[in-house]
């Protein structure tokens, strides 16, 4: 007998099954669909939050935070995942400048949309990247995200200056081509990003599991977002991504991200496959 | 606290996860060494490494096995007989869809990849069908994740810390509770061909 497609499945634990009825309870009250989920790191920021907000069980929280809004605004900022950086795998985006800007170059005007922007780090690097090749002035950055929170900082682009040694290593590693603190004055403990880079993105509150597609996109840049969903919810927002992408459009993944596993691995075509970006159609 | 390893290891366990710090390149390969190519139990290592750096792991231990060997990637479904090494960068986890997921929370006793949560969420998908062993390494990761699986009734092995290269990594595991098995490593070596055995059964 071959076991290995056939699991004889470890039984759900109290905690998983609290986990399901809290995603559950959250959907219903308040719109948010965290039950497509990965269940590991889910568990992890749950157990984390509990700990946090000083609660004994997950069924305590979920018996708080049906009645009251304000926690629940607490808990989305552990259930989200804001950790970015500028220019993170510089690969990635010195793979954007040599194989997809020249042929950005070729439309008269450029969409592009970064899902899952989180507190803004990669928007700004995008912007300064678009700016360098000259496409920043004809293009429309959309930048969505579920968290009101993180959004808020993403329009501010500010970000801490502890952080922009690193930045700054990746911006050269990029293929940046001016001195990095062109794009930022410094001020007490943070930076403060040249407010035209993103004067003209939108920043807009969207859900990959429960909103649909709202522009024509050319450029969809979607970053160690997929790996916090299950291949079900995965299927879903690449679906939104193929249907947003115009006629030979680029999708940008993270570095240990794959389409491979996914009902779309035959839709896209590796454009610059080391670097996980992928071209619209074959 | 250590048993006798031999002959009376029989547990039926449908994964094996492994981890390792300091030295535990060198460890693994003396563990690995000699493992047939009709290996079936698929084999999960944690192995910590500089973030920035891209790992050569999958391709090194690639050369010396006669089995499988990957990175593994998210969503990817785990196969029979195959090897797999966490990407740096990266927390590594088995979901119960026995495939990968991989994660950017912020790192766990300093280490992103976390053996603990390699060990932990392993223990969750398949209760006590699960081994962990760990081995050399210079910091607490592992302890945790190995208690865990012990916890939920799986198999747990620790290198002995007079053989490991730097001890701390399995004194503190013994620290946190009594592993079934503490054991050089080429006992260890001979414990991981008894777990295939019985699971060939």
Redesign the interface.
């Known amino acids: 007998m071959n076991t290995e497609h056939t699991p004889p499945l470890h039984p759900l634990s109290d905690t998983e099954i609290e986990l399901r009825l809290l995603m559950e309870a959250i959907y219903l009250k308040y719109s948010y669909d965290f039950r497509n989920y990965t269940v590991a790191s889910q568990k992890r920021r749950v157990l984390y939050a509990l700990d946090q907000l000083g609660l004994p069980s997950i069924s305590a929280l979920q018996e708080k935070v049906l009645r009251d809004t304000a926690l629940f605004g607490r808990l989305l900022q552990f259930l989200t995942i804001p950790v970015s950086e500028m220019f993170r795998d510089p690969a990635y985006f010195l793979a954007l400048r040599r194989h997809v800007v020249p042929i950005l170059h070729t439309y008269p005007s450029v969409r592009v949309w970064v899902a899952g922007c989180s507190t803004g780090e990669e928007v700004f690097s995008l912007a300064i990247l678009l700016r360098e090749e000259g496409l920043l002035e004809r293009t429309q950055i959309y930048a969505t995200d579920i968290n009101p929170a993180s959004l808020e900082k993403a329009r501010l682009g500010i970000f801490p200056l502890e952080a922009i040694r690193g930045y700054t290593a990746n911006y050269q590693r990029a293929g940046g081509r001016n001195a990095f603190s062109d794009y930022y004055t410094a001020a007490y403990d943070a930076a403060r990003f040249d407010p035209s880079l993103c004067a003209d993105a939108i920043f807009a509150d969207h859900s990959l599991a429960t909103d649909s597609v709202f522009a024509e996109t050319q450029l969809v840049s979607c970053r160690n977002v997929l790996i916090y969903f299950n291949r079900q919810l995965q299927d879903r927002a690449l679906g939104l991504f193929h249907e947003s992408l115009s006629h030979r459009g680029f999708l940008g993944l993270g570095s240990k991200e794959s389409i491979d596993f996914s009902s779309y691995a035959d839709r896209f075509a590796p454009h610059a496959r080391a670097e996980r970006i992928y071209r619209k159609g074959t | 606290m250590k048993k006798p390893p031999f002959p009376s290891v029989r547990k039926r366990v449908?994964a094996i996860v492994l981890g390792a710090s300091a030295g535990g390149i060198e460890a693994l390969s003396v563990l690995l060494d000699g493992l047939p190519a009709n290996w079936r139990i698929p084999m999960t290592v944690v192995l910590h490494l500089p973030e920035a750096h891209e790992s050569h792991l999958a391709e090194i231990f690639a050369q010396r096995l006669p089995i499988p060997v990957h990175e593994a990637?998210?969503?990817?479904?785990l196969?029979?007989g195959s090897l797999y090494f966490a990407?740096p960068?990266?927390?590594l986890?088995?979901?119960?869809?026995?495939?990968f997921?991989?994660?950017?929370?912020?790192p766990v006793l300093f280490s992103r990849p976390s053996i603990d949560?390699l060990m932990?969420?392993a223990a969750?998908?398949?209760?006590?069908?699960v081994a962990g062993f760990l081995l050399t390494g210079a910091n607490d990761d592992g302890a945790e994740g190995l208690y865990r699986i012990h916890l939920a009734g799986g198999l747990t092995a620790v290198q002995d810390p007079k053989e490991a290269l730097i001890s701390i990594m399995p004194s503190a595991a013994i620290a946190r509770h009594a592993p079934d098995h503490v054991l050089p490593l080429r006992e260890l070596r001979t414990l991981l061909l008894q777990l295939e055995s019985a699971h060939a059964i």
């Open positions: 449908e990637a998210d969503k990817m479904p196969a029979a990407p960068g990266y927390h986890s088995i979901e119960r869809e026995r495939c997921s991989l994660s950017c929370e912020p949560v932990a969420s969750d998908t398949y209760g006590p069908a």
